[in-house]
């Protein structure tokens, strides 16, 4: 592999970075933050968003697009699922055709409600796309802490190469051709995390939080198989294994912020003080609106919206989902 370029110059797209530039990979990086580009290439840090972390030699940056992908043979997209879109349409005409696109990021398209690898795919119909999820923190991976992934495409042989590039002794990927049930499943955990965080901060205990975890996986599991999703990806690295790293971690941005939230802070109060995209924001209010759509329930999502986007009072929000009619436990 000759050379493989991140855009976007976030934490786990950098974190990544430094996991390839330590397999002597060549690694580029485009960023819009032109502090975080001098940081990189004069400190050897990305101090924004790693602090502490020493970035390994290998490893340039740039704020010009054209030039970070220039002969890349794997183009990395770190970016929040926002400007996916954006970021795919300016590729579109300066990307190597042969180079394997892989999204990072978890999410749907908001007004679409489209997955982001049919977003890419649309952008640059001419390259293969490739997932790479599962339960991972950048702040972990950054410093070789055992980590899984899963590297999912609906061509094999992509995900095949992507698993290769990325294995190391400290990252084991696996592969998956279920790329809707992945991406769901990363999208919607997002969801149960910041609901997760909402709960720790109004000082409930551990009876709640596994209560909400695992009806927050049904409504994964549910909504996934609705778009076409495999059952058993949902139980998986993808879908489990990222709900219990993303609800449990101080590292998960999503729980952090709904801790703030639960303390009496608002939406954008917590954005603000977290200091980075909060995907589960923008998932969930993108989920409501498809589970109408879909006429799917999915209550702690609606339940969440309403709070968010509506002002539902939290003691109330609670109240309601706890008195819901009796039903049988399923699946």
Not at 29 to 40: F, Q
Not at 106 to 122: D, H, T, W, Y
Not at 322 to 330: F, N, S
Request: neutral net charge.
């Amino acid at each position: 592999m000759a050379k493989v370029a991140f855009i976007g110059g976030g934490s786990f797209g950098t974190a990544l970075a430094i996991a390839l530039a330590q397999k002597k990979i060549q690694i580029s990086i485009w960023a819009r933050d032109e502090k975080v580009v001098n940081d990189i290439n004069i400190n050897k840090r990305n101090s924004k968003y790693l602090k502490e972390v020493k970035l390994p030699e290998g490893i340039s940056a740039y704020t010009n697009m054209r030039d970070a992908i220039e002969g890349a043979d794997v183009v990395v997209l770190g970016t929040p699922s926002h400007v996916i879109k954006e970021v795919s349409e300016k590729l579109k005409d300066i990307i190597n055709k042969d180079a394997i696109v892989v999204n990072i990021a978890k999410g749907i398209e908001q007004n679409s409600l489209k997955r982001l690898s049919q977003v890419i795919q649309e952008e640059l119909p001419n390259n293969k796309v490739v997932v790479l999820s599962g339960p991972s923190h950048a702040e972990e991976v950054a410093v070789n802490i055992p980590t899984t992934l899963v590297s999912s495409s609906f061509d094999e042989e992509s995900a095949k190469v992507i698993q290769d590039l990325f294995m190391t002794d400290r990252i084991r990927v696996y592969t998956n051709t279920d790329l809707v049930g992945v991406e769901i499943g990363g999208a919607v955990k997002n969801i149960i995390a910041l609901a997760a965080g909402i709960l720790d901060g109004i000082g409930y205990g551990d009876n709640t939080k596994a209560a909400l975890m695992t009806r927050g996986m049904t409504e994964i599991a549910r909504v996934g198989m609705r778009m076409g999703g495999k059952p058993e990806t949902f139980y998986g690295l993808t879908g489990m294994g990222d709900l219990i790293v993303t609800c449990t971690s101080m590292h998960s941005r999503n729980r952090r912020a709904g801790i703030l939230i639960g303390k009496g802070y608002t939406m954008e109060e917590a954005s603000k003080e977290v200091g980075m995209v909060v995907e589960g924001m923008k998932a969930c209010k993108a989920f409501h609106l498809l589970s109408e759509k879909l006429n799917e329930d999915m209550p702690i999502t609606k339940t969440l919206y309403y709070v968010l986007f509506e002002n539902k009072n939290l003691d109330e929000a609670v109240h309601e989902l706890m008195t819901r009619d009796k039903k049988q436990e399923i699946y």
